[in-house]
């Protein structure tokens, strides 16, 4: 199935990555990862991976200037045109007006908001583990604080406002990855 626009929303740990590549792979779209398209950026030393570098290392927010301005020639290239789930993308309130923008620019409109439900205490756990197996530089305990600090600071705000929209679909992440992704099929009505 195709045409639809999806926001995966959800702390840091919460497999928005992982749950995110299941779900396009059933929908046939691509994901749309604002982070791996920075962790890009900067494996081959560009211009807007190394400003994003900083930021990054430090668990703050990339400027939104840089982010928004990715986001929107991703989304304008030929494979996002039916359909993606963005993955870390918006992570604060302007980012919503300015994807509003760019979507009602196509004449499209989002499908849903997947929000990922982690406690808290499950969260720091799961993130030093993937930092053994994907050795992220910035998967270590005080970075990752800092990102949970910014997350319930900038990006959870965010929750209430597709709620608001009627747009809000939650699923609960703890559990084996493909118990998670069967939630998420059926509370999105896509076959696995
Ligand atoms: P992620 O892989 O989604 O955890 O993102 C890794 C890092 O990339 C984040 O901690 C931010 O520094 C940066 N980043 C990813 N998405 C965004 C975004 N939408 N806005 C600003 N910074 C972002």
Known sequence: MTGRRLVLLGPPGSGKGTQGELLAASLGIPTVSTGALFRDQMARGTALGVEAQTYIAQGHLVPDRVTNAMVKSRLAAADAAPGFILDGYPRNVP???????????????????LSLELPEELIVDRLLKRALIEGRADD???????????????????????????????????????????RIHSALGVDE
Do not use: F, H, K, N
Not at 95 to 113: F, N
Not at 156 to 178: E, F, M, N, Q, T
């Open 95 to 113: 980012q919503v007006a300015v994807l509003d923008e760019i979507l009602s620019a196509q004449g499209w409109s989002l499908s849903a908001a």
């Open 140 to 182: 270590t305990e005080p970075i990752i604080r800092q990102r949970l600090a910014v997350y319930q600071c900038e990006t959870a705000p965010i929750i209430d406002l597709y709620a608001a929209r009627g747009l809000l679909v939650s699923v609960g992440a703890v559990g084996a990855v493909a118990e998670i992704a069967a």
